[in-house]
Structures are given as structure tokens and as C-alpha cells.
């Protein structure tokens, strides 16, 4: 996985440009599931996590005909909680704790996990029977040792309960945590933040100030102290006060960030801070002991 980065010191020699703020800055690896790219940014070889965040996924956009859509059989997780969010699109959620979502643009979707949740993401008829186009994050968090083995659960936030700001006139959305003067009502089980901005060409934001952070550009282009952050990059950033962003381009980015949580493993769909209890979650599944997603009981995806 060593093409997934390069260091900031690599970076910075080449530009012969100092960026002491940029720890690492990570590219994608790329896959096409058929017609429908997914970038993963986390986790990679050399960075694993930022703050909480274990893993993170850009899906699309990807243009489907009629007929056809995302069609994610059940399958389990343990030891986390996900986010979904879209910028297009729509998907039918549905979990063994008896959810039933659809969830659009703009929305938060926190599933916990904890000691165990199968769900399956699924396009509607409705929205099948046309064309469209489906493009979003999918991201992990994972969770304190203290509550690895909670309750599974499902929380939904429409998108126009979430709080904004306007920050030296960049509209912010703030997803999870508290930066800008607001805080977003979407629970946290450690210090976690993730936002969202828009930025014209010529803009600059100043980063909310966090133990671990780090911004992903999903399209656009920015710099930082003198350094390219391109479309579809991730740059990992020192905990230093003042560091700002400026937009080469009109530009949208996600800030995710936090307070670390030490060594995860990962295995599949499960994290856990115990190697053995990955291990069980595998023969849980493999016996058929997860609980079945209501209204989606057949399918399932083998280990």
C-alpha cells in the first residue's frame, strides 16, 4: 500500500516550499466495483487513523442507467460507528435493530455497531427506475474501549437540523463536534470532529484547531503554506494553531479530526482493540449468529 502517500517532507523538497503543517499527504487507491469508483484514504500504511477516524471512503459519482443502482447485501460490522453523507443521490438503508432509512444529501446517519449490527444499503425502486447518480462519504469511526461492546443503534439527522456558520465568508457545515461557534447535535463518544466547506477561488479558511486533523478536498484544489492539495487528497495536518487554507479553485473539502483513541485493529468489517474479539466476530458471522436485517433477511455477504 506504500503508493497510497508520500511524506510531507518528500512533498515539500519537491515544491521546494516549506509546509511544516502538512504531516503526510495521502492519495487514493482506487477501485472500480463495476462501474462505480471508490476512493479509499484510510486506512493506509503509514497513517491508520486520524483522531477516531479508521476509515474513509469517497464513492462516485457514479452515473447509473435505469435498472440499475447500489445493491449492498447485509453484511456486519463491530467496534465502530459509521457515517454516512451524501452530496447526490439517495440510499435505502436498512439494519438489524429494525431501521429503515432513506438517506439523501446532506443528511448524517450514525450507525453504532458496538457488539454487533448487520445492515444492507440498497437503491429504492423509485430511484432505480430511472437514471441517476449516486455520490458520497463513507466513513468509520472507531469507538473507546469503554464502549466498544454498546448497544447497536441508528441515528438519523436531517441535514437542516446539522448548524452552519459563515466563516470570513466561507459557508461551513458542522456535521460532528463543535468548530466556529456552533456544535452539532449528533452524538460523540469521544472528541470527533467533522465538517464540511465550500470555498470560491481566492478564499482562505483557517482550520478549527484539533489533537489530530486532517482535510480532504472531494473536488477543487487548495494550498497550504505553499503546498498543492489537489482534488481527491487527503492533508494530514500538525496540531498547531492558525493554520489556514486558501482555494486555487472553487473548491469543496471535509475536515475530520480528534482525539486519538490508540491502536485498532481491522479485519474485514470488524475493528476491535482486541485481536481475539475479531476473531469471534469472524466465527459469529461465518455460524450465521448476527442478527438478520429486518425486511432484507435472505441475501448476506460471506466472509
Given at each position: 500500500m506504500s503508493n497510497l502517500f508520500e511524506s510531507a517532507e518528500q512533498r515539500c523538497d519537491a515544491l521546494n516550499a516549506g509546509c511544516s503543517a502538512i504531516e503526510v499527504l495521502l492519495n487514493p487507491r482506487v477501485a472500480d466495483l463495476g462501474g462505480f469508483s471508490v476512493r479509499r484514504l484510510l486506512p493506509t500504511a503509514k497513517r491508520r487513523m486520524v483522531g477516531p477516524w479508521i476509515f474513509f471512503d469517497e464513492m462516485g459519482p457514479a452515473d447509473f442507467a435505469a435498472g440499475q443502482g447500489i445493491n449492498v447485501r447485509p453484511h456486519p460490522h463491530i467496534g465502530i460507528a459509521t457515517v454516512t453523507y451524501l452530496f447526490e443521490g439517495e440510499i435505502l438503508h436498512r439494519d438489524s435493530v429494525g431501521s429503515r432509512q432513506a438517506i439523501r444529501p446532506t443528511d448524517i446517519n450514525l450507525m453504532v455497531?458496538?457488539?454487533?449490527?448487520?445492515?444492507?444499503?440498497?437503491?429504492?425502486?423509485?430511484?432505480?427506475?430511472?437514471?441517476?447518480?449516486?455520490?458520497?462519504?463513507?466513513?468509520?469511526?472507531?469507538l473507546p474501549e469503554a464502549d466498544e461492546e454498546t448497544e447497536p443503534a441508528f441515528d438519523h439527522f436531517p441535514g437542516d437540523t446539522l448548524p452552519t456558520a459563515?466563516?470570513?465568508?466561507?459557508?461551513?457545515?458542522?456535521m460532528i463536534g463543535s468548530a466556529y461557534g456552533v456544535t452539532s447535535p449528533v452524538r460523540q463518544f469521544s472528541d470527533t470532529l467533522y465538517l464540511e466547506a465550500s470555498l470560491q477561488p481566492g478564499q482562505r479558511l483557517v482550520l478549527p484547531e484539533a489533537p489530530e486533523r486532517a482535510v480532504y478536498v472531494v473536488e477543487g484544489a487548495l494550498q497550504a503554506q505553499g503546498t498543492e492539495i489537489p482534488a481527491h487528497s487527503m492533508a494530514v495536518f500538525a496540531p498547531e494553531a492558525g493554520v489556514a487554507i486558501t482555494a486555487t479553485e472553487a473548491t469543496r473539502l471535509v475536515l475530520i479530526g480528534g482525539e486519538p483513541l490508540g491502536r485498532r485493529y481491522i479485519e474485514w468489517?470488524?475493528?476491535?482493540?482486541?485481536?481475539?474479539?475479531?476473531?469471534?466476530?469472524?466465527?459469529?458471522w461465518r455460524a450465521g449468529r448476527?442478527?438478520?436485517?429486518?425486511?432484507d433477511e435472505v441475501e448476506f455477504i460471506p466472509y
Open positions: 455497531a458496538g457488539r454487533g449490527i448487520t445492515h444492507s444499503e440498497r437503491g429504492r425502486p423509485e430511484i432505480t427506475a430511472s437514471d441517476h447518480r449516486l455520490h458520497g462519504l463513507q466513513l468509520w469511526l472507531a459563515v466563516v470570513d465568508g466561507v459557508p461551513v457545515r458542522v468489517n470488524f475493528v476491535s482493540s482486541r485481536k481475539a474479539r475479531i476473531d469471534q466476530a469472524r466465527e459469529d448476527f442478527a438478520k436485517v429486518l425486511g
